[in-house]
C-alpha cells in the first residue's frame, strides 16, 4: 500500500539526517542543510557515484540495498568482533601484531580500537546512511520508483531505531564503520568527527530537528 504524503514527510526528516553523516568534501556543510541539492546533480553525475560502489543498473542497486539491510558491512565487523572479544588485552594486541597481512591487522586493530565503545548496534549506521544514499540516487536515477524508495527507507530507519537508542550512538556506529572500510582512500577523520559534533549539537542540524526516538 502505498505511503501517504505526511508518512513520506515524517521519513524524509529521517532520510536527511542519514545521509548528512555520507557527505564529504568542499560542498559537505552545504549539501547537509541542503540535502535535496546533492541529488539535483546530473544523471551522468548521480550515476557516476554509484558507479564508485560497483553499481551500474536498477538490478544491482536493488541487491546492494537489499543486502545492506539484510547483513551489510556489520556481517564482517560482527565476525571481528567476536573473535577478539573473547581475547584478554594482552592476547589481542599479541594477535594483532602476529598478522602479517597488512589490511587483515589494519582490521584487526581498528575493531580493537572500538571494541569496548561501540553500542549494541555496532556499525549498522555505516550500512543504513550509504543504503539511504543510494536509494536517494536511485530514485531519482528512475532506477527506483517512489514506493520502492519509500519502502526502503522505511525499513532503513526502523534497523536504525532498533539498533541505537539515540543519534550519538549512530554517529559513532558510523565513524568506527568509515574508518574499517575506507580501505586506501584518504579521509580527514578529524574533520569528519568535528562535523559529527555540528550535527549532534547545532540547532539547525538535521539530528536535533528529528530525533531517532
Not at 35 to 54: C, G, R, V
Not at 99 to 125: C, F
Request: with cysteine; proline share 2%; glycine share 4%.
Amino acid at each position: 500500500m502505498p505511503m501517504s504524503f505526511e508518512e513520506r514527510e515524517k521519513l524524509q526528516k529521517y532520510v536527511d539526517a542519514m545521509v548528512s553523516l555520507v557527505f564529504a568534501g568542499d560542498k559537505a556543510n552545504y549539501y547537509i542543510m541542503n540535502p535535496e541539492s546533492a541529488y539535483s546533480e546530473t544523471k551522468q553525475k548521480l550515476a557516476s557515484i554509484l558507479n564508485e560502489f560497483n553499481i551500474r543498473d536498477a538490478a544491482e542497486l536493488k541487491e546492494r540495498i537489499e543486502w545492506l539491510i539484510a547483513d551489510g558491512k556489520r556481517l564482517d565487523y560482527k565476525f571481528i568482533y567476536y573473535k577478539l572479544i573473547q581475547m584478554t588485552e594482552e592476547g589481542r594486541i599479541q594477535k594483532i601484531k602476529s598478522v602479517s597481512d597488512r589490511k587483515e591487522q589494519r582490521d584487526l586493530t581498528i575493531v580493537n580500537r572500538y571494541l569496548r565503545r561501540l553500542p549494541a548496534g555496532g556499525i549498522t549506521a555505516f550500512d543504513c546512511s550509504f543504503a539511504v544514499h543510494f536509494c536517494c540516487i536511485g530514485h531519482k536515477l528512475r532506477w527506483l520508483s517512489k514506493d520502492e524508495h519509500w519502502n526502503y527507507v522505511n525499513k532503513l530507519v526502523r534497523l536504525a531505531q532498533e539498533s541505537y537508542a539515540d543519534w550519538d550512538e549512530y554517529c559513532t556506529g558510523f565513524i568506527a564503520g568509515l574508518e574499517l572500510y575506507s580501505g586506501d582512500q584518504s579521509l580527514n577523520m578529524k574533520e569528519r568527527k568535528n562535523r559529527l559534533m555540528q550535527l549532534l549539537n547545532f540547532s539547525d542540524s538535521p539530528m536535533v530537528k528529528r530525533k531517532l526516538h
